[in-house]
């Protein structure tokens, strides 16, 4: 998130782009417990006339090129024309699924937004809110610290699904 105009915003430029501390080690583990990870995300600067096709192409290479990703799934609508795939609403979430074969009630959404948190939970799936100061005003079952805590507690969540479903 970039801070601009009293509020926060996706980049808008590749310079502005920077990776989470933790986002290589996170994603890593994440792969190691065998996660399928894909990056959802609203870029409506695009439709806005803000951000250029280039610069997001440029943010994702970046992106895809540190982090052992398998999908990154973009909506580039403003609110004026939304199709449906704009977080809250659970587009992207039911694109992947569709895409990969994904029980989205088996899977975990982490984000740092309340739209991450509605689309999650319109799509039936767990949520988790990385904490931050514009974001404290949000009441969650799930809040970590970063990424890599984030990674960390969904490993330990599906560890209980595990042992709820052995124990019956």
Request: aromatic fraction near 6%; glycine fraction near 4%; charge should be negative.
């Amino acid at each position: 998130m970039v801070s601009r105009d009293g509020g926060h915003y996706s980049p808008r430029s590749v310079t502005e782009f920077i990776l989470k501390d933790d986002a290589i080690e996170a994603i890593a583990e994440a792969k190691r417990f065998g996660f399928l990870c894909v990056v959802v995300s609203n870029q409506p600067d695009i439709s806005r006339g803000d951000l250029s096709e280039d610069e997001l192409t440029k943010m994702n290479d970046l992106m895809t090129s540190s982090l052992d990703l398998d999908d990154v799934i973009y909506c580039t609508h403003n609110d004026d024309n939304d199709t449906g795939c704009r977080k809250p609403e659970p587009g992207m979430l039911l694109q992947a699924r569709d895409k990969w074969d994904i029980d989205l009630t088996s899977s975990f959404m982490v984000g740092d937004s309340w739209k991450d948190m509605e689309a999650a939970k319109r799509a039936g799936v767990t949520s988790l809110l990385i904490d931050a100061d514009y974001n404290r005003n949000l009441d969650v079952k799930y809040r970590v610290k970063n990424l890599l805590n984030a990674v960390k507690v969904i490993d330990k969540l599906v560890s209980e699904r595990h042992q709820v479903f052995k124990e019956e």
